[in-house]
């Protein structure tokens, strides 16, 4: 029994007893003593199962802020929390405990900004649009912003999901165990309008068929991202747009792209010239590794990459193959596409114009770089491989395509294209550069077109040099087209095996230098 115990203090007074239980002992000061044969070591109670007692309170603290702390005495000693079969789990602050006090699995994506979709409603595999859910789950996110995991399966959309909020990231369960699927074809799937948001970790796919419009994911926000994704069967995959900062497409799959003009995989479209973009470690694939043909090469989409207004594109380490474009740069009136830089880039396998730059109106294309790339055509009707067209656009007061450059790559076509490899042309293109770069295997290898002027052949190797088939060149290694094309300088080229080396058909602009090239 107990005399009192004093409610506002923590001192007892009085004895207390403990039904078949020692007293405290002048020894053991402060503890309760079990049952002989149960426990008997100082300082620890036990109530067990023949007992009445199924649960213990410790009140508050003596002062603010004080901890009640249980703890292991002996070495090697624990403390452990259980209950019985099928009682609920042993819990913190009605949290309960998992895996040495890790939160659990439900409530693990729910920790620090992590929201699993599922615990919103958003469910795999139903067929069904999960649009609604989508949205609650982003609607429960901290006002910092967060992360949304998707589970594995497949998560079917009814319509374009925008996300509003600002820093969200939407997390597949793997590239390959998470799918979004739209059944609305004609319309964008995802959209990120804020900033520090996008897209990782999942795939896209389109099991009503090829998207017919809008874009797979629209990045709206400044530094957005999509990375670590696969796209199949969109009308057009990536769009980048960001109003501000930069922008990330990186590690992406794309493939199955829907055929005809105007699709493609990736548009780079900013609204002001400010923000930059980075596509890096990509495998973009315009034939969809589909040999079905309704021609002589098959359905494929127009381009690969699209440039049309720009603050500045980085393109590296990335793989694009089999488009009738790979690369288009074409702004139009108002747009500029500024500070486009490839290295290490493969474009393979073009069909029509492998990489193409022609602005149009008012369109301004400026600081065009190209290193350690690989070009090549595989049509063998007529089609160029870097084509560059100054004719007909405005901007810039006359000099719409200025500071192009090619350097240490191969520009090869393999199948007697009797196109160009290497084509400038008219008076617009200024500053242009073709250097220390291999040309095989078209009809003319390099061209300096109608009208143009300032331009640099140097130290290339044109003819006879494709791997592949070392015996077959160019029908002419160099021409230089009639017209009032001045400041031409061709030096040091190696022009070897070609049928016809060089033709020169006296452009008049005057200040033109062709000399030391073997082979002329």
């Given amino acids: 029994m107990v005399d009192y115990v004093n409610k506002s203090g923590d001192t007892m007074t009085g004895t207390l007893f403990v039904p078949q239980s020692s007293t405290r002992s002048s020894a053991n000061t402060g503890s309760i003593w079990s ?44 403390v452990n929390f259980s209950t019985g079969t099928g009682a609920g789990g042993p819990r913190v602050n009605g949290n309960e405990i998992w895996h040495a006090g890790n939160f659990n699995p439900s409530q693990a994506a729910n920790a620090f900004g992590w929201r699993d979709a599922s615990k919103y409603g958003v469910q795999a595999n139903t067929g069904t649009s999960q649009n609604a859910s989508l949205a609650l789950a982003e609607a429960s996110l901290p006002a910092d912003g967060g992360v949304i995991v998707l589970p594995p399966g497949t998560i079917t959309l009814g319509d374009t999901f925008t996300f509003t909020r600002q820093n969200v990231t939407l997390l597949g369960s793997g590239k390959y165990a998470t799918f979004i699927d739209c059944t609305r074809l004609d319309t964008d799937v995802i959209c990120f309008n804020g900033n520090y948001s996008g897209v990782k970790d999942c795939a896209f796919k389109s099991s009503a068929g090829d998207r017919t419009s ?26 980048m747009g960001p109003v501000a900062g930069n922008c990330l497409v990186h590690n992406n799959t794309m493939t199955f792209i829907a055929t005809g003009s105007n699709r493609g995989a990736i548009v780079v479209d900013n609204p002001s010239y400010g923000p930059s973009n980075w596509i890096s470690n990509c495998t973009i694939y315009g034939d969809g590794n589909d040999p079905t043909s309704s021609g002589p090469v098959g359905p494929r989409p127009e381009f690969g990459v699209q440039i049309v207004n720009s603050g500045a594109t980085m393109i590296n380490n990335t793989d694009i193959l089999g488009f009738f474009n790979n690369l288009i740069i074409n702004p139009g009136n108002g747009q500029t596409a500024q500070a486009t830089y490839c290295s290490d880039v493969y474009f393979d396998s073009g069909q029509r114009d492998n990489i193409l730059i022609s602005p149009s109106g008012n369109g301004f294309v400026f600081e065009t770089s190209f290193s350690n790339c690989w070009l090549t055509n595989t049509r063998s009707e007529n089609s160029f491989g870097l084509r560059i067209l100054g004719n007909g656009a405005t901007g810039n007061s006359g000099r719409p395509v200025m500071n192009t450059r090619w350097d240490n790559g191969i520009i090869a076509s393999t199948s007697n294209n009797p196109g160009y490899g290497f084509l400038v042309e008219g008076v617009g293109c200024i500053n242009t550069v073709l250097s220390n770069s291999t040309v095989a295997g078209w009809g003319i290898g390099v061209c300096v077109g109608t009208n143009t002027s300032h331009v640099m052949i140097v130290n290339n190797m044109i003819g006879k040099y494709l791997p592949w088939d070392p015996n077959r060149a160019n029908s002419t290694g160099l021409a230089l087209v009639a017209g009032n094309g001045g400041w031409i300088m061709a030096r040091n080229n190696m022009v070897y095996g070609n049928n016809q ?15 030391g090239n073997p082979g002329i």
């Fill in 214 to 239: 809008g874009y797979t994911v629209n990045l709206r926000g400044a530094y957005t991202f999509c990375r670590d994704v696969d796209i199949r069967h969109c009308f057009r995959g990536i769009r």
């Fill in 35 to 78: 049952q002989p044969g149960d426990a008997n070591y100082s300082g620890y109670a036990e109530f067990r199962a023949g007992d009445n007692s199924r649960h213990g309170y410790i009140g508050y603290a003596h002062k603010d802020n004080g901890i009640i702390q249980i703890a292991a005495e002996k070495s090697g000693g624990h």
């Fill in 501 to 515: 080396a060089f033709l020169n058909q006296g452009p008049t602009g005057g200040n033109n230098y062709v000399d």
